[in-house]
Protein backbone atom coordinates (compact mmCIF):
# COMPACT_ATOMS: atom_id res chain seq x y z
CA UNK A 1 0.00 0.00 0.00
CA UNK A 2 2.88 2.33 1.11
CA UNK A 3 4.28 1.89 -2.70
CA UNK A 4 1.51 2.49 -4.22
CA UNK A 5 1.39 5.41 -2.45
CA UNK A 6 4.41 6.80 -3.37
CA UNK A 7 4.42 5.81 -7.20
CA UNK A 8 0.65 8.12 -7.04
CA UNK A 9 1.19 10.28 -4.28
CA UNK A 10 1.40 13.60 -7.10
CA UNK A 11 -1.28 12.62 -8.59
CA UNK A 12 -3.14 12.74 -5.76
CA UNK A 13 -1.84 16.09 -4.20
CA UNK A 14 -2.70 17.69 -8.09
CA UNK A 15 -5.74 15.63 -7.94
CA UNK A 16 -6.88 17.60 -4.90
CA UNK A 17 -5.59 20.88 -5.98
CA UNK A 18 -8.20 20.70 -8.34
CA UNK A 19 -11.06 19.52 -5.90
CA UNK A 20 -10.57 22.67 -4.20
CA UNK A 21 -10.37 24.83 -7.01
CA UNK A 22 -13.50 23.35 -8.27
CA UNK A 23 -15.37 23.28 -4.33
CA UNK A 24 -14.95 27.21 -4.54
CA UNK A 25 -17.83 27.29 -7.02
CA UNK A 26 -20.43 25.84 -5.01
CA UNK A 27 -18.75 27.57 -1.72
CA UNK A 28 -16.99 30.25 -1.32
CA UNK A 29 -14.05 30.33 2.01
CA UNK A 30 -13.33 32.75 4.23
CA UNK A 31 -9.72 33.68 4.59
CA UNK A 32 -9.15 31.45 7.82
CA UNK A 33 -8.91 28.53 5.21
CA UNK A 34 -5.26 30.17 4.39
CA UNK A 35 -3.77 29.97 7.73
CA UNK A 36 -5.43 26.43 8.47
CA UNK A 37 -4.20 25.67 5.13
CA UNK A 38 -0.68 26.65 6.27
CA UNK A 39 -0.64 25.03 8.79
CA UNK A 40 -1.60 21.46 7.85
CA UNK A 41 1.50 22.03 5.03
CA UNK A 42 3.76 22.70 8.32
CA UNK A 43 2.31 19.65 10.36
CA UNK A 44 3.03 17.34 7.09
CA UNK A 45 6.59 18.60 7.07
CA UNK A 46 7.43 18.38 10.87
CA UNK A 47 4.68 15.32 11.51
CA UNK A 48 4.57 11.58 10.92
CA UNK A 49 6.10 10.24 8.27
CA UNK A 50 2.79 8.30 7.64
CA UNK A 51 0.64 11.21 7.76
CA UNK A 52 2.24 13.19 5.53
CA UNK A 53 0.96 13.24 2.29
CA UNK A 54 -2.55 13.02 3.85
CA UNK A 55 -1.88 16.23 5.78
CA UNK A 56 -0.24 17.75 2.78
CA UNK A 57 -3.22 16.71 0.62
CA UNK A 58 -5.23 18.66 2.89
CA UNK A 59 -3.42 21.70 2.64
CA UNK A 60 -3.34 21.72 -0.77
CA UNK A 61 -6.65 21.27 -1.60
CA UNK A 62 -7.41 24.10 1.50
CA UNK A 63 -5.33 26.46 -0.67
CA UNK A 64 -6.53 25.52 -4.08
CA UNK A 65 -10.43 26.34 -2.42
CA UNK A 66 -8.82 29.33 -0.91
CA UNK A 67 -7.50 30.60 -4.45
CA UNK A 68 -10.95 29.56 -5.90
CA UNK A 69 -12.99 31.77 -3.98
CA UNK A 70 -10.14 34.89 -4.40
CA UNK A 71 -10.06 33.98 -7.99
CA UNK A 72 -13.97 34.02 -8.10
CA UNK A 73 -14.28 37.20 -6.42
CA UNK A 74 -12.02 39.32 -8.58
CA UNK A 75 -13.81 38.04 -11.74
CA UNK A 76 -17.21 39.01 -9.71
CA UNK A 77 -15.96 42.33 -9.12
CA UNK A 78 -16.99 45.26 -11.45
CA UNK A 79 -16.34 48.81 -11.74
CA UNK A 80 -18.80 49.29 -15.19
CA UNK A 81 -21.51 47.53 -13.39
CA UNK A 82 -23.04 50.23 -11.18
CA UNK A 83 -22.31 52.49 -14.24
CA UNK A 84 -25.62 50.47 -16.32
CA UNK A 85 -27.61 53.08 -18.90
CA UNK A 86 -24.50 55.30 -18.73
CA UNK A 87 -23.09 56.95 -21.88
CA UNK A 88 -19.75 57.99 -22.58
CA UNK A 89 -16.52 57.80 -24.25
CA UNK A 90 -14.35 54.79 -24.02
CA UNK A 91 -11.17 53.09 -24.57
CA UNK A 92 -11.33 49.47 -25.55
CA UNK A 93 -8.67 47.58 -26.53
CA UNK A 94 -10.29 44.09 -28.63
CA UNK A 95 -9.01 41.20 -27.07
CA UNK A 96 -10.80 38.34 -29.65
CA UNK A 97 -11.85 37.88 -33.34
CA UNK A 98 -14.93 39.47 -33.46
CA UNK A 99 -18.02 37.49 -34.68
CA UNK A 100 -21.16 38.97 -36.81
CA UNK A 101 -24.17 38.74 -35.81
CA UNK A 102 -27.75 39.88 -37.80
CA UNK A 103 -27.76 42.69 -35.82
CA UNK A 104 -24.25 43.40 -34.95
CA UNK A 105 -21.01 42.89 -34.39
CA UNK A 106 -19.81 41.38 -30.85
CA UNK A 107 -16.23 40.80 -29.72
CA UNK A 108 -14.90 40.44 -26.25
CA UNK A 109 -13.26 43.70 -25.25
CA UNK A 110 -11.06 45.19 -22.32
CA UNK A 111 -12.44 48.49 -21.71
CA UNK A 112 -9.32 50.95 -20.14
CA UNK A 113 -11.41 53.86 -19.81
CA UNK A 114 -15.32 54.75 -19.41
CA UNK A 115 -15.35 58.69 -19.59
CA UNK A 116 -12.65 60.05 -17.00
CA UNK A 117 -12.95 57.23 -15.18
CA UNK A 118 -9.70 54.55 -15.46
CA UNK A 119 -10.79 50.34 -15.94
CA UNK A 120 -9.30 48.00 -16.14
CA UNK A 121 -12.32 45.51 -17.30
CA UNK A 122 -13.35 42.93 -19.38
CA UNK A 123 -17.00 43.44 -21.65
CA UNK A 124 -18.77 42.17 -24.72
CA UNK A 125 -18.52 44.98 -26.71
CA UNK A 126 -21.50 45.16 -29.34
CA UNK A 127 -20.48 47.55 -32.88
CA UNK A 128 -22.84 48.32 -35.37
CA UNK A 129 -22.46 46.06 -38.88
CA UNK A 130 -20.17 47.05 -41.41
CA UNK A 131 -16.59 46.87 -41.08
CA UNK A 132 -15.06 45.03 -38.05
CA UNK A 133 -12.04 46.09 -35.93
CA UNK A 134 -9.14 43.41 -35.90
CA UNK A 135 -8.03 41.53 -33.06
CA UNK A 136 -5.17 43.80 -30.63
CA UNK A 137 -6.72 46.93 -32.49
CA UNK A 138 -7.37 50.02 -29.23
CA UNK A 139 -10.73 51.60 -30.51
CA UNK A 140 -12.16 55.01 -29.16
CA UNK A 141 -15.74 55.06 -28.91
CA UNK A 142 -18.99 56.79 -27.64
CA UNK A 143 -20.74 53.52 -25.66
CA UNK A 144 -23.21 52.67 -23.20
CA UNK A 145 -22.89 50.34 -20.86
CA UNK A 146 -25.99 47.40 -20.32
CA UNK A 147 -27.10 44.77 -18.53
CA UNK A 148 -26.57 41.23 -20.70
CA UNK A 149 -30.08 39.79 -21.49
CA UNK A 150 -31.20 37.03 -19.23
CA UNK A 151 -33.20 34.14 -19.71
CA UNK A 152 -35.37 31.80 -17.62
CA UNK A 153 -35.58 28.95 -20.26
CA UNK A 154 -32.95 28.39 -23.02
CA UNK A 155 -29.50 29.88 -23.20
CA UNK A 156 -28.78 32.55 -20.10
CA UNK A 157 -26.18 34.87 -21.95
CA UNK A 158 -26.17 36.97 -18.56
CA UNK A 159 -24.85 33.56 -16.55
CA UNK A 160 -22.64 32.44 -19.19
CA UNK A 161 -20.52 35.84 -20.28
CA UNK A 162 -20.37 36.20 -15.80
CA UNK A 163 -18.37 33.24 -15.67
CA UNK A 164 -16.29 34.32 -17.84
CA UNK A 165 -15.36 37.61 -15.95
CA UNK A 166 -17.77 39.84 -18.26
CA UNK A 167 -20.36 41.69 -15.78
CA UNK A 168 -21.77 43.77 -18.66
CA UNK A 169 -22.23 45.15 -22.67
CA UNK A 170 -20.72 48.07 -23.79
CA UNK A 171 -22.78 49.34 -26.97
CA UNK A 172 -20.44 51.19 -29.25
CA UNK A 173 -22.57 53.60 -31.57
CA UNK A 174 -19.10 55.67 -33.06
CA UNK A 175 -15.86 53.77 -33.07
CA UNK A 176 -12.79 54.71 -34.69
CA UNK A 177 -9.28 52.77 -34.44
CA UNK A 178 -6.28 54.49 -32.91
CA UNK A 179 -3.42 52.09 -32.55
CA UNK A 180 -2.84 48.37 -31.36
CA UNK A 181 -1.60 46.66 -27.98
CA UNK A 182 1.62 45.66 -27.67
CA UNK A 183 3.09 43.05 -25.31
CA UNK A 184 2.41 39.68 -24.96
CA UNK A 185 -0.71 40.65 -26.49
CA UNK A 186 0.26 42.41 -29.17
CA UNK A 187 2.84 39.53 -30.19
CA UNK A 188 -0.22 36.75 -29.58
CA UNK A 189 -2.15 39.28 -32.69
CA UNK A 190 0.52 39.37 -35.26
CA UNK A 191 1.12 35.64 -34.46
CA UNK A 192 -2.65 34.80 -35.26
CA UNK A 193 -2.69 37.22 -38.29
CA UNK A 194 0.38 35.63 -39.86
CA UNK A 195 -1.52 32.09 -39.65
CA UNK A 196 -4.84 33.33 -40.87
CA UNK A 197 -3.13 35.31 -43.95
CA UNK A 198 -0.86 32.58 -45.05
CA UNK A 199 -2.72 29.22 -44.27
CA UNK A 200 -3.90 28.86 -47.28
CA UNK A 201 -3.46 31.91 -49.75
CA UNK A 202 -5.86 32.86 -52.56
CA UNK A 203 -8.80 30.46 -50.54
CA UNK A 204 -11.34 32.17 -49.22
CA UNK A 205 -15.01 31.78 -47.94
CA UNK A 206 -16.13 29.10 -46.90
CA UNK A 207 -13.14 26.71 -47.03
CA UNK A 208 -11.07 28.81 -45.47
CA UNK A 209 -13.39 29.47 -42.72
CA UNK A 210 -13.13 25.26 -42.18
CA UNK A 211 -9.52 25.62 -42.43
CA UNK A 212 -9.32 28.46 -39.39
CA UNK A 213 -11.20 26.79 -37.67
CA UNK A 214 -9.32 23.51 -38.01
CA UNK A 215 -6.09 24.77 -37.52
CA UNK A 216 -6.91 27.84 -35.03
CA UNK A 217 -9.82 26.59 -33.44
CA UNK A 218 -12.25 29.09 -34.60
CA UNK A 219 -15.54 29.00 -35.76
CA UNK A 220 -16.37 32.85 -36.68
CA UNK A 221 -16.05 32.61 -40.31
CA UNK A 222 -18.38 29.80 -40.53
CA UNK A 223 -22.40 30.18 -41.72
CA UNK A 224 -24.51 29.27 -39.08
CA UNK A 225 -25.84 26.63 -40.85
CA UNK A 226 -22.62 25.26 -41.53
CA UNK A 227 -21.78 25.64 -37.55
CA UNK A 228 -25.33 23.04 -36.67
CA UNK A 229 -24.33 20.39 -39.21
CA UNK A 230 -20.79 19.98 -37.62
CA UNK A 231 -22.72 20.37 -34.54
CA UNK A 232 -25.24 17.55 -35.88
CA UNK A 233 -22.69 15.18 -37.40
CA UNK A 234 -20.79 14.87 -34.29
CA UNK A 235 -17.78 16.75 -35.94
CA UNK A 236 -17.73 20.11 -34.33
CA UNK A 237 -14.72 18.91 -32.00
CA UNK A 238 -12.52 19.05 -34.96
CA UNK A 239 -12.94 23.10 -34.96
CA UNK A 240 -11.46 22.66 -31.41
CA UNK A 241 -7.50 22.38 -31.11
CA UNK A 242 -6.91 19.13 -29.70
CA UNK A 243 -3.81 16.73 -28.80
CA UNK A 244 -3.32 16.27 -32.62
CA UNK A 245 -2.13 20.10 -33.27
CA UNK A 246 0.44 20.30 -30.73
CA UNK A 247 1.68 16.86 -31.57
CA UNK A 248 2.03 17.55 -35.51
CA UNK A 249 4.18 20.95 -34.03
CA UNK A 250 6.03 18.88 -32.40
CA UNK A 251 7.05 16.59 -35.08
CA UNK A 252 7.38 19.16 -37.43
CA UNK A 253 10.16 21.34 -35.22
CA UNK A 254 12.15 18.28 -34.51
CA UNK A 255 11.89 16.96 -37.86
CA UNK A 256 13.39 20.53 -38.93
CA UNK A 257 16.13 20.25 -36.14
CA UNK A 258 17.43 16.61 -37.35
CA UNK A 259 17.60 18.13 -41.08
CA UNK A 260 19.67 21.00 -39.84
CA UNK A 261 21.57 18.18 -38.01
CA UNK A 262 21.03 19.82 -34.53
CA UNK A 263 21.27 18.06 -31.27
CA UNK A 264 17.97 16.62 -29.83
CA UNK A 265 18.10 18.64 -26.89
CA UNK A 266 17.71 22.05 -28.72
CA UNK A 267 14.94 20.44 -30.99
CA UNK A 268 12.97 19.49 -27.79
CA UNK A 269 13.62 23.42 -26.50
CA UNK A 270 12.11 24.52 -29.93
CA UNK A 271 9.24 22.48 -29.24
CA UNK A 272 8.60 24.29 -25.83
CA UNK A 273 8.77 27.33 -27.53
CA UNK A 274 6.67 26.59 -30.66
CA UNK A 275 3.85 25.04 -28.47
CA UNK A 276 3.81 28.51 -26.38
CA UNK A 277 3.66 30.44 -29.64
CA UNK A 278 0.62 28.65 -30.79
CA UNK A 279 -1.14 28.76 -27.62
CA UNK A 280 -0.73 32.61 -27.66
CA UNK A 281 -1.99 32.16 -31.22
CA UNK A 282 -5.05 30.25 -30.66
CA UNK A 283 -6.29 31.42 -27.30
CA UNK A 284 -7.03 30.59 -23.98
CA UNK A 285 -9.35 27.83 -24.87
CA UNK A 286 -9.90 24.93 -22.55
CA UNK A 287 -8.57 21.97 -25.33
CA UNK A 288 -5.60 24.45 -26.17
CA UNK A 289 -4.26 24.92 -22.90
CA UNK A 290 -4.91 21.09 -22.11
CA UNK A 291 -3.06 19.85 -25.00
CA UNK A 292 -0.35 23.11 -24.55
CA UNK A 293 0.61 21.61 -20.98
CA UNK A 294 0.26 17.95 -22.00
CA UNK A 295 2.89 18.63 -24.98
CA UNK A 296 5.16 21.18 -22.77
CA UNK A 297 5.34 18.25 -20.34
CA UNK A 298 6.64 15.83 -22.81
CA UNK A 299 9.27 17.76 -24.13
CA UNK A 300 10.20 18.62 -20.75
CA UNK A 301 10.27 15.13 -19.52
CA UNK A 302 12.29 14.34 -22.35
CA UNK A 303 14.77 17.48 -21.43
CA UNK A 304 14.92 15.67 -17.95
CA UNK A 305 15.13 12.16 -18.62
CA UNK A 306 12.06 11.59 -16.92
CA UNK A 307 9.15 8.82 -18.05
CA UNK A 308 6.18 10.93 -19.56
CA UNK A 309 2.97 10.67 -17.47
CA UNK A 310 -0.74 11.33 -19.31
CA UNK A 311 -2.71 11.66 -16.09
CA UNK A 312 -0.67 14.45 -14.85
CA UNK A 313 -0.51 16.55 -17.73
CA UNK A 314 -4.42 15.72 -17.98
CA UNK A 315 -4.17 16.84 -13.91
CA UNK A 316 -2.00 19.80 -14.61
CA UNK A 317 -3.90 21.23 -17.23
CA UNK A 318 -6.95 20.65 -14.92
CA UNK A 319 -5.36 22.72 -12.28
CA UNK A 320 -3.96 25.78 -14.46
CA UNK A 321 -7.20 26.54 -16.13
CA UNK A 322 -9.50 26.40 -12.68
CA UNK A 323 -6.63 28.74 -11.11
CA UNK A 324 -7.05 30.83 -13.72
CA UNK A 325 -10.77 30.46 -13.48
CA UNK A 326 -12.38 28.58 -11.26
CA UNK A 327 -15.91 29.02 -13.27
CA UNK A 328 -14.35 26.81 -15.91
CA UNK A 329 -15.61 23.88 -14.35
CA UNK A 330 -19.37 24.72 -15.52
CA UNK A 331 -17.73 25.55 -19.29
CA UNK A 332 -19.24 22.87 -21.52
CA UNK A 333 -16.08 23.33 -23.18
CA UNK A 334 -14.08 22.53 -20.05
CA UNK A 335 -16.10 19.20 -19.18
CA UNK A 336 -15.85 18.01 -22.74
CA UNK A 337 -12.33 18.30 -23.52
CA UNK A 338 -11.26 16.82 -19.93
CA UNK A 339 -14.70 14.10 -20.38
CA UNK A 340 -13.24 13.31 -23.92
CA UNK A 341 -9.77 12.62 -22.86
CA UNK A 342 -10.48 11.09 -19.96
CA UNK A 343 -12.09 8.23 -21.98
CA UNK A 344 -9.60 7.98 -24.44
CA UNK A 345 -6.97 7.31 -21.31
CA UNK A 346 -9.35 4.32 -19.71
CA UNK A 347 -11.77 2.85 -22.26
CA UNK A 348 -9.66 3.01 -25.90
CA UNK A 349 -7.14 0.38 -24.70
CA UNK A 350 -10.09 -2.26 -23.82
CA UNK A 351 -12.03 -1.49 -27.19
CA UNK A 352 -9.18 -2.06 -29.11
CA UNK A 353 -8.48 -5.27 -27.23
CA UNK A 354 -12.57 -6.06 -28.37
CA UNK A 355 -11.43 -5.03 -31.98
CA UNK A 356 -8.41 -7.25 -31.69
CA UNK A 357 -9.27 -10.83 -34.29
CA UNK A 358 -11.43 -8.75 -37.17
CA UNK A 359 -10.58 -8.08 -40.14
CA UNK A 360 -10.06 -4.04 -39.20
CA UNK A 361 -6.99 -2.20 -40.79
CA UNK A 362 -5.40 -0.86 -37.58
CA UNK A 363 -5.63 3.05 -38.35
CA UNK A 364 -9.60 2.68 -39.44
CA UNK A 365 -10.11 0.68 -36.03
CA UNK A 366 -8.39 3.27 -33.94
CA UNK A 367 -10.53 6.07 -35.27
CA UNK A 368 -13.43 3.77 -34.31
CA UNK A 369 -12.44 2.78 -31.02
CA UNK A 370 -11.36 6.65 -30.30
CA UNK A 371 -14.86 7.87 -31.70
CA UNK A 372 -16.78 5.56 -29.82
CA UNK A 373 -15.33 6.06 -26.30
CA UNK A 374 -15.04 9.77 -26.81
CA UNK A 375 -19.10 9.46 -28.05
CA UNK A 376 -20.29 7.44 -25.47
CA UNK A 377 -18.51 9.71 -22.24
CA UNK A 378 -19.21 13.12 -23.72
CA UNK A 379 -23.34 12.36 -24.54
CA UNK A 380 -24.19 12.98 -20.81
CA UNK A 381 -23.11 16.27 -21.17
CA UNK A 382 -24.34 17.18 -24.67
CA UNK A 383 -27.50 15.73 -23.74
CA UNK A 384 -27.64 17.80 -20.33
CA UNK A 385 -26.18 20.68 -21.77
CA UNK A 386 -27.45 21.26 -25.73
CA UNK A 387 -30.58 18.67 -25.33
CA UNK A 388 -29.10 16.97 -28.06
CA UNK A 389 -26.76 13.73 -28.95
CA UNK A 390 -25.31 13.06 -32.42
CA UNK A 391 -26.16 9.91 -33.34
CA UNK A 392 -23.47 8.57 -36.67
CA UNK A 393 -20.36 10.59 -34.82
CA UNK A 394 -18.36 7.23 -35.26
CA UNK A 395 -19.00 6.68 -39.33
CA UNK A 396 -18.72 10.34 -39.49
CA UNK A 397 -15.68 11.07 -37.72
CA UNK A 398 -14.19 7.81 -39.66
CA UNK A 399 -14.54 9.79 -42.88
CA UNK A 400 -13.76 13.01 -41.41
CA UNK A 401 -10.56 11.47 -40.70
CA UNK A 402 -8.63 11.03 -44.09
CA UNK A 403 -9.05 14.88 -44.47
CA UNK A 404 -7.90 16.42 -41.21
CA UNK A 405 -4.46 15.13 -40.36
CA UNK A 406 -3.54 16.17 -43.57
CA UNK A 407 -5.03 19.33 -43.80
CA UNK A 408 -4.18 20.86 -40.68
CA UNK A 409 -0.49 19.58 -41.32
CA UNK A 410 -0.43 21.51 -44.59
CA UNK A 411 -2.24 24.42 -43.19
CA UNK A 412 0.75 24.61 -40.67
CA UNK A 413 3.77 24.24 -43.83
CA UNK A 414 1.69 26.95 -45.75
CA UNK A 415 2.06 29.26 -43.04
CA UNK A 416 5.70 28.28 -42.67
CA UNK A 417 6.91 28.47 -46.16
CA UNK A 418 4.79 31.73 -46.78
CA UNK A 419 7.63 33.88 -45.99
CA UNK A 420 10.08 32.36 -47.65
CA UNK A 421 8.41 30.29 -50.66
CA UNK A 422 5.22 32.27 -51.42
CA UNK A 423 4.24 30.01 -54.51
CA UNK A 424 5.08 26.59 -52.89
CA UNK A 425 2.70 28.36 -50.06
CA UNK A 426 -0.02 29.18 -52.24
CA UNK A 427 0.44 25.92 -53.77
CA UNK A 428 -0.03 23.43 -50.71
CA UNK A 429 -2.93 25.95 -49.55
CA UNK A 430 -4.87 25.02 -52.53
CA UNK A 431 -4.72 21.47 -51.68
CA UNK A 432 -5.38 22.76 -48.05
CA UNK A 433 -9.20 24.23 -48.96
CA UNK A 434 -9.92 21.27 -51.24
CA UNK A 435 -9.39 18.52 -48.38
CA UNK A 436 -11.57 21.86 -45.98
CA UNK A 437 -13.83 21.80 -48.54
CA UNK A 438 -14.55 17.90 -48.23
CA UNK A 439 -14.42 18.10 -44.46
CA UNK A 440 -17.33 20.53 -44.63
CA UNK A 441 -19.31 17.51 -47.31
CA UNK A 442 -18.51 14.79 -44.37
CA UNK A 443 -20.35 17.47 -42.01
CA UNK A 444 -23.36 18.41 -44.55
CA UNK A 445 -23.74 14.65 -45.51
CA UNK A 446 -23.91 13.05 -42.09
CA UNK A 447 -26.13 15.99 -40.89
CA UNK A 448 -28.33 15.17 -43.54
CA UNK A 449 -29.46 11.80 -42.45
CA UNK A 450 -32.45 10.60 -41.02
CA UNK A 451 -32.28 11.36 -37.14
CA UNK A 452 -28.91 13.14 -37.44
CA UNK A 453 -29.31 14.05 -33.97
CA UNK A 454 -31.30 12.20 -30.71
CA UNK A 455 -33.52 15.35 -29.19
CA UNK A 456 -35.92 13.52 -27.47
CA UNK A 457 -35.84 11.32 -24.17
CA UNK A 458 -37.49 8.99 -25.77
CA UNK A 459 -35.38 8.51 -28.69
CA UNK A 460 -32.27 8.34 -26.26
CA UNK A 461 -33.13 5.92 -24.34
CA UNK A 462 -33.78 3.75 -27.47
CA UNK A 463 -30.12 4.39 -28.92
CA UNK A 464 -29.09 3.66 -25.17
CA UNK A 465 -30.54 0.35 -25.46
CA UNK A 466 -29.43 -0.28 -28.94
CA UNK A 467 -25.84 0.80 -28.23
CA UNK A 468 -26.04 -1.89 -24.79
CA UNK A 469 -27.04 -4.95 -26.81
CA UNK A 470 -24.97 -4.17 -29.04
CA UNK A 471 -21.98 -4.12 -26.68
CA UNK A 472 -23.44 -7.52 -25.04
CA UNK A 473 -23.43 -8.98 -28.73
CA UNK A 474 -19.91 -8.30 -29.75
CA UNK A 475 -18.56 -9.27 -26.24
CA UNK A 476 -20.41 -12.96 -26.43
CA UNK A 477 -18.90 -13.42 -29.56
CA UNK A 478 -15.28 -12.10 -28.71
CA UNK A 479 -13.18 -15.62 -28.39
CA UNK A 480 -12.30 -16.92 -24.78
CA UNK A 481 -8.93 -15.30 -23.51
CA UNK A 482 -6.54 -17.56 -22.86
CA UNK A 483 -3.75 -17.58 -20.18
CA UNK A 484 -0.58 -16.53 -20.94
CA UNK A 485 2.70 -17.72 -19.31
CA UNK A 486 4.10 -16.61 -16.39
CA UNK A 487 6.91 -14.96 -18.82
CA UNK A 488 4.17 -13.30 -20.70
CA UNK A 489 1.97 -11.75 -17.59
Not at 113 to 142: C, D, H, T, W, Y
Not at 196 to 207: I, N, S, W
Request: aromatic share 8%; proline share 7%; with cysteine.
Amino acid sequence: MNAVLRQWHPHVLLSCVCAGLAASNFARPGSWLAVLAASAALSSIAGRPGLRVPLLAAALAGTGWWWGGARLNDLDRSVLLPRVDETGRAIAVVAAPPRHGMYSIRVRAEVRRFGRLPVRERVLLELPLGRAPPQGSILELIGSVELPPTSDSGFDERTWLRRQGIAVVLHGKVWRQVGRRGGIGGFADQLRRHIEQTLAPGVDGERAAVLEGVVLGADEGLSPELRQEFRASGLYHLLAVSGQNVVFIAIGVLAGAWLLGLPRWLGEIGVLAAIAAYTLAVGWQPSVVRAGVAGGLASLAWLAARPRDRWYALLLGAAVLLAWNPYALLDPGFELSFVAVSAIFVAVPRLERILEGYPVPHKLGLVVVVSTACGLATAPILWLRFGAVPLYSVPANAMAELSVGPMLGLGLVSSILHPLVPSASAAIGWVAGWLAAYLAFCARLWASLPGAQIASGNALAVAVLVAALAGIAVRRSMPPVRAGTGSEQ
